[in-house]
């Protein structure tokens, strides 16, 4: 954290200059070697070096490739998507192929970082269903790897979906799909018998097959504790800084999403806030006509203009043919019974010429 402070410092320091203060904050470089896509072996690699992971959790294209461009290690398509993006009080109701349809769109802004989608709620109820629901996301959302919720209860499904050849991503602590038999969006380990629980359940996990854990709302004693008896990494989101790395709704860091701000979710940003402003200044300058302006118009040449208003005065002229009216049967000849026209029909006629329907 302390390292965290000083990078937050020294922009600070830069953006305040004055010779940068108009010009947009750069992206970061990245070397040659870390612009290559991201694998599983990778994220080990930099565990076992004690380096920390960096996660986001993103939804579209542009939220991806921002958060690539940053160097962001991980990108996970979370069922918070719910939430977040399509207006749900839980992420309960998202759909497998709500998280294809956006994992899709990340996989499309993304050109290094491992991306991992979720499980939503309902679609690894069995072994068969978390295989076949876990290779659809693979092959149809384009992700690196799955995640889904839970502890020792979901062994046999994550050993399967591993024995299929899909890296998976394990969650335990507060677990959001199942938030209703906990109490509600609570810290999970708070006691003694709680706090053995989970360490059990990442245990389990791990055994299982696990490449890394996410860890949510557990206290940070107890994640750090968890943290240093495992072989393969965990994913803190309130959980501390002893973990091996962070996750951050992409949303909630820089101010998107304002329904609430949970404890363990720092915003770098309120970039909500800004895109109201800037909304409403569009607004006011369409009302008082002010955009757009001819800047953001375009023209054509005097000539084609002149010879455009002359084609529109040839075209809206009436044509030299009147169009034949309709007729009626009072402008017919009557026929007598001889077959020729007369004044007036007789009171008994074979004929009989009806007037043509309107």
């Known amino acids: 954290s302390s390292s ?44 076992r070096k004690g380096k920390k992971l960096s996660m986001i959790t993103a939804y579209d294209y542009s939220s991806a490739r921002s958060s690539d461009n940053a160097g962001i290690d991980m990108i996970l398509v979370g069922d918070s998507v719910g939430m977040v993006v399509m207006g749900h009080t839980t992420t309960v109701p998202v759909s497998l192929r709500d998280i294809i349809h956006h994992s899709r769109a990340v996989r499309r802004g ?4 491992y991306i991992i989608g979720d499980l939503p709620f309902g679609t690894f109820l069995s072994v068969d269903d978390a295989i076949h629901n876990a290779a659809s996301l693979i092959q149809h959302g384009r992700c690196d790897a799955v995640k889904l919720e839970g502890g020792r209860k979901m062994v046999n499904q994550i050993k399967a979906i591993v024995d299929s050849g899909i890296p998976v991503c394990g969650h335990i602590g507060l677990t959001p799909q199942t938030a209703s038999a906990l109490g509600g969006y609570r810290v999970q380990g708070k006691t003694a018998s709680a706090a053995l629980a989970l360490y059990q359940d990442a245990l389990a996990l791990q055994e299982a097959g696990c490449v890394m854990i996410v860890m949510e709302c557990v206290p940070s004693t107890v994640a750090s504790y968890i943290t240093s008896r495992l072989n393969i990494p965990t994913i803190g989101i309130g959980a ?13 860091m820089v101010g998107l999403f304002d329904k609430f701000t949970p404890k363990f979710s720092k915003r770098y940003a309120e970039v909500g806030k800004l895109i109201e402003s800037v909304v409403s200044e569009y607004r006011t300058e369409v009302e008082e006509k002010v955009f757009p302006a001819e800047s953001h118009s375009f023209s054509m040449k005097d000539d084609q203009y002149r010879n455009f208003l002359e084609l529109v005065e040839i075209f809206e002229q009436p044509t030299s043919t009147p169009e034949p009216s309709l007729r009626t049967s009072a402008d017919l000849p009557h026929l007598g019974l001889d077959g020729q026209p007369s004044k007036s029909l007789p009171d008994v006629s074979p004929y009989h010429i009806s007037s043509p329907p309107h």
Request: glycine share 4%.
């Open 4 to 47: 965290s402070s000083s990078s937050s410092s020294s922009k600070v320091d830069t953006s305040s200059s004055s010779s940068a203060s108009n010009a947009p904050p750069k992206s970061p470089k990245l070397s040659k070697s870390s612009t290559s896509p991201i694998t599983i072996l990778d994220i080990h690699r930099k565990y």
């Open 110 to 113: 993304t050109k290094r970082a």
């Open 240 to 252: 501390g800084s002893g973990t091996s790395g962070q996750v951050q709704v992409f949303h909630d």
